[in-house]
């Protein structure tokens, strides 16, 4: 009986044992199975997705491409501008007002003078050198108002490197008094491939201009009382003249 009760203990414990050897074999297992998949967490992507990847190029580029500088931006060229007018002119009378334009690689700046009785005035200015790509066309005009002028419209020069430019106008004031005007100087540009254009501003000169008289004469009459009085003078100054008028009256008062 005794030994019966033995077996049973025995049996009952080794039986325990093998249960506690079949779940840890199991749950060996099944650790196994899960172990290369990570937990699954919630907002996460899945673990299958595989990210694709650019394709290396099978033929690796020989030599890199052409470098193209960028366009420079275009060095102004130095000209100086010089205007020439008459300060006074008699009214009736004509005269002439000139502005030039020229190169000046040594920046020489005209100082305001008087030459045979004329104002002359200069500066240096700066002008967008594009002769290349563009047409150059210098633009000038002449607004004084109450005064006869010739050209009244725009006066268009074509302009080229390392030429000079010049604009004349005829000016004539019909009464006495001060009259003041702007002459304007501007630069077109037509670009040679599209035939855009686009137009600078490059001066404005302020003129003042003083027309007068002689003894209340106007300019024309004025001429024709000097015309005459220079041939009284002549005349009178002629060599022998009283001489001759003393032999004339004589030979009279012998008759």
């Not at 300060?87 to 030459?115: C, H, K, M, W, Y």
Request: with cysteine; aromatic share 8%.
């Amino acid at each position: 009986m005794r030994f019966n009760k033995r077996t049973l203990g025995f049996s009952v414990i080794l039986a325990a044992i093998c249960l506690c050897v079949l779940a840890a074999v199991y749950s060996l297992a099944m650790e196994r199975e899960t172990g290369s998949a990570p937990p699954d967490v919630e907002g996460s992507e899945p673990t299958n997705v595989i990210e694709a990847t650019a394709a290396l190029p099978s033929v690796l580029p020989t030599s890199l491409p052409a470098f193209t500088p960028p366009p420079q931006p275009a060095i102004n060229e130095s000209r100086r501008l010089t205007l020439e007018f008459p300060p006074t002119v008699r009214a009736g009378d004509s005269d002439i007002v000139r502005l030039t334009l020229e190169v000046d690689d040594l920046g020489n700046i005209t100082p305001t003078a008087q030459f045979e009785g004329n104002v002359v005035t200069g500066d240096v200015i700066q002008i967008p050198d594009l002769y290349e790509s563009h047409h150059v066309i210098a633009e000038s005009r002449f607004d004084i108002a109450g005064v006869e002028i010739r050209p009244t419209n725009l006066i268009n020069v074509p302009l080229a490197q390392g030429q000079a430019a010049t604009f004349l106008w005829s000016i004539r004031p019909p009464d006495v008094g001060i009259y003041r005007g702007t002459i304007w100087l501007y630069l077109r540009l037509v670009d040679k491939l599209n035939g855009e254009e686009s137009r600078l501003t490059v001066s404005a000169q302020i003129v003042e201009i003083k027309a007068v008289n002689l003894v209340g004469l106007s300019g024309s009459l004025a001429r024709t009382t000097g015309f005459i009085g220079s041939i009284v003078g002549t005349v009178i100054g002629f060599p022998f003249l009283e001489d001759i008028v003393k032999f004339l009256f004589r030979k009279r008062n012998q008759k």
